[in-house]
């Protein structure tokens, strides 16, 4: 892991001590710069699902996602079809430069239970789980939640799926790593995935292989491809599960889960991870790679340091100074969240993203 990096963030973003990181780190990032050297052209694909008022907060999401990212991106979005108008005139007064493209999706689950599905959990919120039936002819996939903002490239989480093994074909992060605040450890009527369950806020796929697969599963000694078992795991389970779809994924990661590849915490931080104290360590020493403001926070005054960080990249304007327009205002913004406990650890906030610009500003540079 990258030591802690000791950075004056007004003055010396462009320096980078000589004693950055370790060997893992160094390593872990030769393979990053590999797997993207010798993938130059690969289309990053990533898919969200918007419905009721989830428009703003879906396009920060998007704006985060073209900030720092590097490849070409293919956006993916579900929404309802009243939003589908004002995203495209939002979308196509972004600067793309020929960096992005978008599809728009109607929102559609099979004929015979859509009105099950759709009211499962949150409203359209188990779009996500038809991703693989919908979107034939992609073979990887990162799907986000709304309210995921990324503070680093796209490009380096896209590629973990180089490091899945023969068996995995998906990828998310730990639904806790304190078990003493556990939700699935504590209260889940349900099988669910390791010690602590899964979060699939932020969920890396391989489609491909998805498409292919056959599950175990508790329903029938049979096993089970994706489009198969969807539809029998709802009706066993839908007395006893709380989250919806993503229960559902718990359950058939816990019969499969020499299929899932888990990500540290940095790369699907919540507010779980600092309201009770600080317990996402890997955020800690490298900063938080991607900040997921579940249960609404960046739009209340409960987490005013997610709030800060989602305001800053709603208000950055594309193509002004970063560390003038974003990095400075926001770290103000934040050390006037100390009195709370995700406050006291700002800076895990802003270690990465501070990182990110200086890289952003380096490739510049060397044109």
């Given at each position: 892991?990258?030591?802690n990096?000791?950075?004056?963030?007004?003055?010396?973003?462009?320096m980078?001590?000589?004693?950055?990181?370790g060997?893992n780190?160094f390593?872990?990032a030769?393979?990053?710069y590999?797997?993207?050297?010798?993938?130059?052209?690969e289309?990053m694909?990533?898919?969200?699902?918007?419905?009721?008022?989830?428009?703003?907060?879906?396009?920060?999401m998007?704006?985060?996602?073209?900030?720092?990212?590097?490849?070409?991106?293919?956006?993916?979005?579900?929404?309802e079809d009243?939003l589908h108008?004002?995203?495209?005139?939002?979308?196509?007064?972004?600067?793309?430069?020929g960096?992005?493209?978008y599809?728009?999706?109607?929102i559609?689950?099979?004929t015979?239970?859509?009105?099950?599905?759709?009211?499962?959990?949150?409203?359209?919120?188990?779009?996500?789980?038809?991703?693989p039936?919908?979107?034939?002819?992609?073979?990887?996939?990162?799907y986000v939640?709304t309210?995921?903002l990324?503070?680093?490239p796209?490009?380096?989480?896209?590629?973990?799926?180089?490091?899945?093994?023969?068996?995995?074909?998906a990828?998310?992060?730990?639904?806790?790593?304190?078990?003493?605040?556990?939700?699935y450890?504590?209260?889940?009527r349900?099988?669910?995935?390791?010690?602590?369950?899964?979060?699939?806020g932020?969920?890396?796929?391989?489609?491909?292989?998805?498409?292919?697969?056959?599950?175990?599963?508790?329903?029938?000694?049979?096993?089970?491809?994706?489009g198969?078992i969807l539809?029998?795991?709802?009706?066993?389970y839908?007395?006893?599960?709380?989250?919806?779809?993503q229960?559902l994924?718990?359950?058939?990661?816990?019969?499969?889960p020499?299929?899932?590849?888990?990500f540290?915490?940095q790369?699907?931080?919540?507010?779980?991870?600092?309201i009770?104290g600080?317990?996402?360590k890997e955020?800690?020493?490298?900063?938080i790679?991607?900040?997921?403001?579940?249960?609404?926070?960046y739009?209340d005054?409960?987490?005013?340091?997610?709030?800060?960080?989602y305001?800053?990249?709603?208000?950055?304007s594309f193509?002004?100074d970063?560390?003038?327009?974003?990095?400075?205002?926001?770290e103000?913004e934040?050390r006037k969240?100390?009195?709370?406990?995700?406050?006291?650890?700002y800076?895990?906030f802003?270690?990465?993203?501070?990182?990110?610009i200086?890289?952003?500003?380096?490739?510049r540079?060397?044109?």
């Amino acid at each position: 892991r990258c030591k802690n990096l000791s950075v004056s963030f007004w003055n010396s973003y462009w320096m980078l001590p000589s004693d950055v990181c370790g060997m893992n780190c160094f390593w872990e990032a030769a393979f990053r710069y590999d797997y993207m050297k010798t993938h130059p052209s690969e289309k990053m694909h990533l898919a969200v699902v918007a419905c009721g008022e989830r428009l703003e907060e879906t396009v920060t999401m998007l704006r985060s996602a073209i900030i720092f990212s590097i490849k070409p991106l293919q956006f993916h979005i579900f929404a309802e079809d009243q939003l589908h108008e004002r995203f495209k005139d939002i979308l196509d007064d972004f600067p793309y430069e020929g960096k992005v493209n978008y599809t728009l999706y109607p929102i559609t689950f099979p004929t015979e239970s859509a009105a099950e599905w759709k009211k499962l959990f949150k409203p359209c919120a188990s779009q996500r789980l038809f991703l693989p039936l919908i979107l034939k002819n992609v073979d990887s996939l990162l799907y986000v939640d709304t309210d995921i903002l990324f503070l680093r490239p796209v490009d380096d989480i896209w590629s973990f799926l180089g490091k899945f093994n023969s068996t995995q074909i998906a990828a998310m992060a730990p639904e806790h790593e304190e078990p003493r605040i556990g939700w699935y450890n504590r209260f889940a009527r349900h099988p669910y995935y390791g010690v602590t369950g899964i979060n699939s806020g932020v969920m890396l796929m391989n489609m491909t292989r998805i498409r292919r697969k056959y599950f175990k599963n508790d329903m029938t000694p049979v096993r089970l491809q994706w489009g198969e078992i969807l539809m029998p795991l709802l009706k066993k389970y839908k007395l006893n599960i709380t989250w919806g779809d993503q229960d559902l994924l718990n359950i058939m990661f816990f019969h499969n889960p020499e299929s899932l590849y888990v990500f540290p915490c940095q790369w699907n931080y919540r507010p779980d991870h600092c309201i009770y104290g600080s317990n996402c360590k890997e955020a800690e020493e490298e900063g938080i790679f991607i900040l997921h403001g579940n249960r609404g926070v960046y739009h209340d005054d409960k987490q005013p340091t997610f709030r800060a960080v989602y305001e800053a990249i709603k208000n950055y304007s594309f193509g002004d100074d970063l560390v003038h327009s974003l990095l400075q205002p926001l770290e103000l913004e934040l050390r006037k969240t100390v009195h709370t406990y995700c406050g006291r650890v700002y800076k895990v906030f802003i270690k990465q993203l501070t990182k990110s610009i200086r890289d952003f500003y380096a490739r510049r540079s060397k044109g």
